[in-house]
């Protein structure tokens, strides 16, 4: 039995494109560690425009009970009617722990139930932690530039609300258990939105941020205009990474300043960088020599680059890259 | 005595390399290869206020004091040092006007040059004759109520951009005192011509021209001060030039510091960065001796002359030194980055070649150390 | 001012939430120190050094403040320090002049962009120790009109609740706002919390991760992120926004605007000049509270060496190329 007297977890889960989003479901595993080391119960919360099989998928993820929510008003006031929901909800059952992936979506409805609860919240936790003998609960996160394991108590009255980072736990998964799937109404009708939706338009995925991408694709002086870096960007997309530069290219209007990597640029980190038509000098490598992973790829067999590369490729990046594009696009679509 | 920068200096500094990193820095390469004068990032520095720091408030500019200035000036070369160059010697008008000229030609000209609508400029020396006034033959014959001009001026930086100049000729052909003036010559006087652009080996994209007068009418509400009086005005003007020149030499060696420190600490050779290597810090340590020193140098110097106190020493040796330190830091430099800085593949040839000038420029540092030595002898 | 074109006046406030981590030091006693070194070992940032006469010594500007070593310390030598003349301590090193954040930049320019076209006033808010009015200032020559700096060692140790009832006592000060608009996070922590509270207390429209603003639809226009979809909503004033990157692009710092603001000074507003309507600050107001922190094992530099390189026909090497990315399990 949990010393911290919370006899329910409350999961605040999202979806994407009808599916379960990845970051719900290491939010589902995170929980089941909780509910095995402290014996509560885990309700999910799942607000709708989804169709009763996601409902079902979920709840064969581990939970109890998932609580689904149909309004009408959900499409047009997405974040008034999902909050209404959890609030009406959190009040039946009291749930001593609230828990949101920290997505966008997540840390939003996170920030918007803390704030209308008047509570505190923690915020991309990696863990918990008990202290028994002072009935307390720990979160557990990394700070100080991401250098320190920081432990902060959930000092207020609950419900404690906090959300999870992402790609920490693994995705729950299938179980041959299932839990009820409860559909829920408002008891009301909400008459007050401060925000609704005008429009909804088109969006290509975001690239990752250059300098916490794990995949980074860089172009030099060999990439040769403008569009050579449109190819190279399809291959970003394709990897979900980021794309970089040199200097000659930003001296050559090719792209812009904001990318380039080296020492008066961005330093990168990620787990795996490809290098297309870059000689390797040292202003270039010093921002990136500890990566991950290193391909180069360049014609010039004597570039200095390559006593880098983990992998190096001897060839036009002109005629490699686009077979590269190619072939992994038939990888994903299998 | 306080050798801070005030808050406020820190603040334009930082404002001046802000913009600098945005807008002269990425292009300065290019133009000094293309040899194009860099109209756009005049314009940009224009609607900006940087052509007019030195213009008072009254007449549209910042009126900002003389270090805020030097401060301003050393950002710009550190960036581009041909930039620095058109912006000193547009300044050198701008502060022989406002020195010597009267309230009507402050008011006329002064508005125009604080926006950059007008560049300005600067003419002194001529070809046959170099740095001695006595012998120069540009002459400017008294009419009644104007004056008629022959003869050149060579080696005229902003030629060919540049609308307003501040011109030193002789009015009488013995020579005395009292035998000199200075106008304000605007390019569309009818017998002014400028002559074809030098290709120099540094400062590639800045115009430097000779400048041809026939029969050319300056009128009298264009003579700068009392009539004769040019010589000992056009002196203070050029202190006031040296002192600045030497600034734009300290950024050069500023910028030359900063790459090789940055590709020393990087470029690894037998297991360690090169800036481990005694010989490699010698160079760095004695680069930034001769810089900082010629700092202090130019800095005082410009003091000086805000303050109304005689640079008869210090603008010299300032420009001296500067031009000294620039280069020797162009070479370090140089050295330090090998092929890599011998290619044009990185700033450091440019520097190399525009830091050259500087000693080079408003009467090279033989004739300084002449000079100063004369002075010498009468203060000591 | 208001707007010629529109007639229009918005009080908008910029929130910034500057360098918090810096904002404490380890103060080593040397008369119980030891010199056993183990707090240099643990410090991720190698701050401690060894004095002449052996015991160990902790710059303040270097210091990040985290705490780390005081549980280690045998001798319990460490202590941790929050203030320095009585005032909220920053390090001089660490913390450089400026607007650091670059999101700071951009939710200044969406509050001056929006002043511009609208009309109407722009103040711009920090918290913390009175290093950051550089930072301040340099917002005012960027163009905005009023510098405020909250500054009073009692804000200290505030959570992000408690840091909204000090954010929500200053915008009461000011007779309240149209427009509050933060950064959407900044290397020590994320604003769009504190903003959520304030927002939810004031009666204001919340909306967080903002990637574009615009006047429109009776209030302002935002577009956001849903998915794979951007959504466009209208929001109602008041409203508080936090800005995503790549909103705006910032305006640079001018010479003329400097010129301007020489003789402007930042406001400096204590605990006593606050209401905070009966809410507590500093630790007493805090949800949740920091307990420990610890380390972890030192990374070591990897020396490189030469792979495979390989040559051939492009298939034949983006083949092997492929072949290697699913053995990386990138693909």
């Not at chain 2, 010559?185 to 011509?193: A, I, T, W, Y």
């Not at chain 3, 929006?114 to 722009?122: F, N, S």
């Not at chain 3, 692009?249 to 010479?255: E, Q």
Request: net charge negative; charged share 25%.
């Amino acid at each position: 039995m949990s010393d911290t007297g919370i006899r329910e977890i409350l999961l605040v889960v999202e979806e994407n494109s009808g599916e379960l989003a990845d970051i719900s479901k290491q939010l589902v595993s995170a929980a089941l560690k909780l509910r095995n080391e402290w014996g509560c119960e885990i309700s999910a919360f799942l607000p709708a425009g989804i169709d009763e099989r996601t409902a079902m998928t979920l709840a064969k993820l581990g939970p109890e009970i998932v609580y689904r929510l149909d309004h009408p008003l959900m499409k047009e006031h997405p974040h008034e009617v999902t909050l209404q929901g959890l609030l009406c909800l959190q009040e039946e059952i009291d749930a001593g722990l609230i828990l949101f992936g920290a997505s966008e979506w997540g840390t939003d409805m996170a920030a918007r139930t803390a704030a209308r609860l008047g509570t505190g919240l923690l915020h991309e936790l990696i863990g918990f932690d008990l202290e028994p003998e002072n009935e307390a609960l720990l979160g557990i996160f990394m700070g100080f530039e991401d250098q320190l394991v920081c432990k902060a108590q959930f000092n207020g009255s609950k419900p404690f609300i906090a959300t999870v980072k992402p790609k920490v736990f693994d995705p729950a998964s299938e179980t041959d258990r299932a839990g009820r799937v409860k559909t829920i109404k408002l008891p009301f009708d909400i008459v007050e939105f401060k925000s609704s939706i005008t429009q909804i338009l088109p969006s290509p995925a975001d690239m990752p941020d250059l300098e916490s991408a794990e995949v980074v694709i860089a172009g030099g002086q060999g990439v040769g205009g403008e569009e050579g870096f449109a190819v190279l960007e399809n291959l970003a997309r394709l990897l979900g990474g980021a794309i970089g530069c040199t200097l000659p290219p930003v001296e050559q209007g090719w792209i812009d300043r904001e990318l380039m990597i080296g020492s008066t640029g961005k330093t990168v980190r990620p787990g795996l960088y490809i290098g297309c038509g870059i000689h390797g000098d040292v202003y270039h490598t010093s921002g990136m020599d500890e990566s991950g992973r290193i391909v180069v790829i360049n014609d010039d067999e004597k570039a200095p680059f390559f006593d880098l590369a983990t992998c190096g490729l001897i060839g036009d990046l002109h005629e490699i890259v686009p077979r590269l594009i190619e072939e992994i696009r038939d990888q994903i679509g299998s | 005595m306080d050798f801070a920068y005030t808050e406020n200096m820190e603040m334009y500094k930082k404002i001046a390399r802000d913009f600098c990193d945005r807008h002269v820095a990425p292009t300065a390469g290019e133009y000094d290869k293309s040899r194009e004068f860099p109209y756009e990032v005049l314009e940009k520095m224009g609607k900006e206020g940087f052509m007019g720091i030195n213009v008072p408030k009254e007449y549209g500019g910042l009126g900002l004091d003389y270090l805020t200035n030097a401060v301003i000036v050393e950002e710009l070369a550190r960036a581009s040092a041909t930039i620095a160059l058109i912006h000193q010697v547009h300044r050198v008008c701008i502060n022989h006007l406002i020195t010597f000229g009267s309230d009507e030609q402050k008011q006329r000209f002064l508005p125009g040059l604080a926006t950059g609508q007008h560049l300005g400029g600067f003419c002194f020396t001529e070809n046959q004759t170099a740095s001695d006034p006595m012998d120069f033959t540009c002459f400017a014959e008294r009419k009644n109520d104007h004056y008629v001009v022959n003869g050149a001026k060579g080696w005229v930086t902003n030629s060919v951009a540049g609308t307003v100049f501040v011109v030193f000729m002789r009015i009488a052909k013995e020579n005395g005192r009292n035998s000199f003036n200075n106008f304000l010559v605007e390019k569309d006087f009818p017998g002014f011509s400028v002559g074809p652009r030098y290709r120099t080996v540094g400062f590639c994209a800045s115009t430097t021209c000779d400048f041809k007068f026939k029969d050319m009418k300056v009128p009298m509400e264009n003579r700068l001060g009392e009539e004769g009086g040019g010589l000992a005005h056009i002196g203070r003007t050029i202190h006031w030039g040296q002192a600045y020149l030497g600034v734009i030499g300290v950024g050069i060696g500023e910028a030359c510091l900063e790459q090789a420190a940055k590709y020393a600490k990087q470029r690894v050779i037998s297991g360690n960065p090169i800036i481990k290597y005694q010989l490699i810090a010698q160079k760095l340590a004695d680069m930034f001796i001769e810089i900082e020193s010629a700092r202090m140098l130019c800095h005082k110097a410009v003091w000086m002359i805000e303050n109304g106190i005689n640079p008869v020493l210090h603008s010299r040796a300032a420009k001296v030194a500067a031009g000294e330190a620039c280069m020797k830091a162009a070479v370090e430099a140089l050295e330090i980055m090998g092929s890599a800085g011998y290619s044009d593949e990185y700033p450091v040839e440019r520097y190399f070649r525009d830091a050259k000038f500087i000693a080079v420029g408003l009467g090279p540092a033989e004739i300084q150390r002449i000079n100063m030595g004369r002075a010498i002898e009468k203060i000591y | 001012m208001v707007s010629e074109k529109t007639g229009t006046s918005l009080n908008i406030v910029v929130y910034l939430k500057l360098e918090k981590d810096y904002q404490a030091y380890a103060e080593v006693d040397q008369s119980t120190c030891e010199g056993c070194g183990i707090c240099a070992k643990i410090c991720p940032f190698e701050v401690p050094s060894m004095r002449v006469d052996e015991t160990v010594e902790i710059l303040p500007e270097k210091c990040r403040g985290c705490g780390a070593c005081v549980p280690y310390c045998k001798t319990n030598s460490i202590r941790m320090q929050y203030t320095l003349n009585n005032e909220p301590y920053s390090s001089t090193e660490l913390v450089s002049v400026g607007l650091r954040n670059p999101l700071d930049k951009n939710a200044i320019e969406a509050g001056l962009a929006l002043r511009d076209e609208l009309g109407g006033k722009v103040w711009v808010l920090a918290e913390g120790s009175p290093r950051f009015e550089e930072s301040l200032r340099e917002a005012l020559v960027m163009g905005a009109d009023e510098g405020i700096l909250l500054c009073d060692p009692k804000f200290m140790g505030s959570d992000h609740l408690a840091s909204s009832f000090i954010i929500e006592g200053a915008l009461n000060n000011l007779g309240g706002c149209d427009l509050l608009i933060a950064p959407q996070r900044t290397s020590c922590g994320e604003p769009l919390f504190c903003v959520a509270w304030v927002a939810e207390r004031l009666g204001m429209t919340y909306m967080p991760f903002v990637r574009s603003i615009e006047p429109g639809g009776g209030g302002v226009l935002v577009r956001r992120k849903w998915g794979e979809k951007m959504l466009e909503l209208s929001v109602s004033l008041p409203a508080a926004l936090t800005v995503e990157r790549g909103i705006n692009k910032p305006r640079g710092l001018s010479l003329m605007a400097a010129a301007r603001v020489m003789g402007k000074t930042v406001s400096r507003w204590s605990s006593e000049d606050l209401d905070f309507g009966g809410n507590r600050i500093g630790e007493a107001g805090s949800q949740v509270r920091l307990r420990m922190v610890e380390a972890l094992p030192k990374r070591r530099r990897k020396k490189r060496k030469r792979g495979e390189i390989l040559k051939g026909s492009p298939e034949v090497l983006a083949g092997t190329l492929i072949e290697r990315l699913k053995e990386w399990q990138i693909l």
